[in-house]
């Protein structure tokens, strides 16, 4: 392995990730959010540096899947569930993060940028890019995180001021969401060739021809992305149930209504500025 997939150091992600841990450990201060931010950021660390890292970048895309499922649906929703309400609405409170927030939440918008985003990061020239250069990898990586906290942010229902689902309607999104995320799995089980030039020494390293690692990666992304989301949706909507609360009702939060009045108050202004003689 060490002549076909040379030891790295992955200096960058890792003092990324650490300042990312120091940072969250300063600012939260509850054991629950450390421990999830703890589990994530580890996680995080695993499946980005040598060797799950580099296996991912340029050689299989069957780890490559595994590493974007990971990062998708267990280091982004821990993430978010780790960053307490009042962080996210201080980072949220200027004007257009504010706008963009609400966009992003809104289960429909997500959907469809889960499902062209997501896709894109998979396209040829997008993993051949992350394949040749390192920029390209790490550009790639944060995209597919930034994909994971959209696919989520309507299903956590953390977002303050946000469109929030009912306990139903979030594990409908949820179960529904996981058909998306997995867009380009049949293309993989059913192509006769493989599609990806720059990803090579699969055979050597791991006994695996090109064509059967991509199929393989498309049932992997099939298995890997319904067992986890819908456990999670069926634990959203029974939970719901066994603690007594209207499936069919949507929750109201204080930073929601704290969200609501800011905005009114900021129309308001608009409206007298917009009416004020000159």
Known sequence: MSSLLPFRWHIAEIVVIIAVGFVHHNFVTTARERRFAHYA???????????????AASVSLTVAT????????????????????????????PRPLDRLSQVFAHPGFAVVFVTFVGT???????????????????????????VGFVLWLPGLGVMPGAKRLSPAARAGYIFASALVVTSLSFVWIFSLHSLYPDLHHQYALLHMTPVFDQQLAGFVAKLGCYGPMWCVAFTIFFHAEECGEPIEETPLHWADVERQLLRIDRQRDRAIRRHRPQ
């Open 66 to 93: 595994v590493q974007r499922l990971v990062i998708m649906l267990f280091v982004a929703p821990l993430l978010l569930l780790a960053t307490p309400t009042p962080i996210l609405a201080t980072l949220t409170r």
């Open 41 to 55: 950021l580890l996680a995080l660390l695993v499946v980005t540096v040598w060797p799950i890292g580099d296996l």
């Open 120 to 146: 894109a990061t998979l396209t040829v020239p997008v993993v051949d890019w992350g394949a040749t250069s390192s920029v390209g990898r790490d550009v790639v990586l944060l995209a597919v995180l930034f």
